[in-house]
């Protein structure tokens, strides 16, 4: 058996003396504890030397890459020739599957292979005969130099960096040409304040205070380069009645000044714009075509890079941005934002105050699947980007006018139909709650019958109050003015037991007695008339 054994100098290849040591991994260690217990198990064979750092990094590579590197390739065919029916131990498996390819050797990958490699390392100075710990030392530094520089280099995150400095710095320029515009436009209105007020152009104004200066000179400037007809016959009429402040030269230089150095800014602005929609268009054309490249190289800013962003789902991709509100809405239990970044996309921007959250979400899902497409796919191309785009325009116009959206291959919504609840109310029938022997059907129907019935005492009650009261309202005009007093009298006592009487008709049987003395009235009226 033999052993590849890789090194920042070379390729080293061991022979295994003792084929049984192979086999008994667990104290394996116990025989490399000395060079001389080591020198016992395995023997340097071959030796194939690196002849500067580029072969090194080139071999290097290949091994990360699972190929078979060209000194690798010469050193193995001497050891076909020598012993073919061998077995080489390497530590890689793609590694062994390429040698398995080119040369007629088998090759051998497992645990027992990569303890065997440890207990190596452990005595690798003593091993490797006619190589200094210093060389050794100095060329593991300058391999592992090399090959992070050469990751580096060929690393798809560089051209993420170059994005994400790119819009970092044109945000940085929008600050700074605000806070240059603030500063013109207050310096420069002490002397001429009507001009902030008909130029809104921030690039118009700088350059019309650049090429005038005072104000007495705009009579005798032409402007139409730089302004309308309108315009500029507007600020000529302005400057002549100006309520402004007579400034010195010295002012007017240091305004002109300043004003050069806006100009400057805004042109570099301008290109740095140019480079950052060509690097976008290169690295993320479908995210592009989507929300543009300002709001692409944010997103891409905001997570990182774009293999970062191209792990995030749809519903995180929709509020990237909005972090602050997300966490105050979760910890005061209110609704959570409906968008982040993405709200400054166009789409978004062109759509109602209602469908902003509706346009938001579905941008989002066809951002992430652009994002994946540009930051995993081969041949990418802005095809995707563009058939999505016109999907969402299709949608955004379909909720904007108010039409119902269907998925596809469903047929029209079945139409609801009204549906009217009836109660029933349901008594509880006493009869039926008993535990004795059941009656006929017919027995508890006539005890329901009877017990809902009213009962006669209460109409007799009644009809005999109604009786009780015509007799009285007759005999009325038939009495004389000395017996009305005594009537009125009386009848005012019959007034008001009569309330007691009604009221108390249900519960007690009072109101016959009642009756009595009305009738034994009504017989001593009868009989003082006839006394009479």
């Not at 090194?7 to 003396?17: C, H, S």
Request: charge should be neutral; hydrophobic fraction near 35%.
């Amino acid at each position: 058996m033999f052993i590849l054994y890789e090194t920042p100098a070379g390729y080293a290849i061991f022979k295994l003396l003792d084929d049984n040591k192979f086999k008994e991994i667990d104290n394996l260690y116990l025989e490399f504890e000395t060079p001389e217990k080591a020198s016992k198990i395995v023997k340097l064979k071959h030796f194939e030397k690196f002849a500067d750092t580029t072969e090194a990094l080139s071999a290097a590579t290949a091994a990360v890459e699972g190929k078979l590197s060209k000194s690798l390739k010469k050193a193995l065919k001497k050891l076909v020739v020598d012993d073919v029916q061998n077995q080489l131990l390497v530590a890689d498996a793609k590694l062994g599957n390429a040698i398995k390819e080119k040369l007629p050797l088998q090759c051998v990958a497992n645990t027992s292979v990569q303890e065997l490699m440890r207990c190596i390392r452990t005595q690798s100075e003593s091993l490797l005969s006619g190589l200094p710990k210093k060389e050794m030392t100095a060329m593991s530094l300058g391999l592992a130099h090399s090959l992070s520089r050469y990751k580096l280099k060929f690393s798809p995150d560089k051209i993420d960096t170059m994005i994400v400095q790119a819009q970092s710095l044109l945000d940085d320029l929008d600050k700074e040409l605000n806070n240059y515009m603030m500063r013109v436009r207050e310096w420069y209105g002490w002397h001429f304040p009507e001009l902030g007020k008909i130029l809104t152009d921030n690039v118009a104004y700088v350059k019309v205070i650049k090429l005038v200066g005072m104000r007495d000179n705009i009579a005798d400037t032409d402007l139409s380069d730089i302004l309308m007809d309108e315009l500029e016959q507007k600020v000529k009429e302005a400057a002549e009645i100006s309520m402004g402040t007579e400034i010195s030269e010295e002012d007017i230089t240091n305004i002109q000044s300043l004003c050069d150095e806006i100009i400057s800014i805004n042109e570099y602005r301008s290109h740095l714009s140019d480079y950052l929609k060509a690097r976008m268009m290169a690295m993320a054309p479908n995210l592009t075509v989507l929300v543009g490249e300002t709001v692409g190289a944010r997103l891409i800013a905001h997570s990182g890079s774009l293999v970062n962003l191209a792990k995030h789902p749809a519903s995180t991709l929709q509020i990237l941005g909005s972090e602050k509100a997300l966490f105050r809405a979760l910890k005061t239990k209110k609704d959570t934002p409906k968008y982040g970044l993405i709200y400054h996309a166009s789409m978004v921007g062109s759509a109602s105050i209602k469908n902003k959250g509706r346009i938001s979400r579905s941008l989002a899902a066809k951002a992430s699947l652009a994002t994946r497409v540009d930051a995993f796919g081969d041949d990418v191309t802005m095809q995707l980007g563009i058939d999505h785009r016109a999907k969402l325009e299709i949608r955004l116009r379909m909720l904007e006018e108010g039409n119902s959206t269907r998925l596809s291959g469903v047929k029209a919504k079945a139409k609801l139909q009204k549906f009217h609840a009836v109660s029933e109310v349901k008594t509880f029938k006493v009869a039926t709650d008993s535990t004795l022997p059941s009656s006929s059907s017919k027995k508890v129907k006539a005890d329901d019958e009877a017990a809902n019935a009213p009962s006669p005492k209460k109409k007799k009650v009644v009809q005999e109050s109604v009786e009780e009261k015509e007799p009285t309202a007759a005999e009325e005009p038939e009495l004389d003015d000395g017996s009305t007093k005594k009537k009125k009298k009386k009848k005012g006592k019959g007034e008001s037991e009569q309330p007691a009487d009604e009221s108390m008709m249900d519960e007690s049987v009072e109101t016959p007695a009642s009756g009595k003395k009305n009738k034994k009235s009504k017989t001593k009226k009868v009989a003082e008339e006839e006394d009479e």
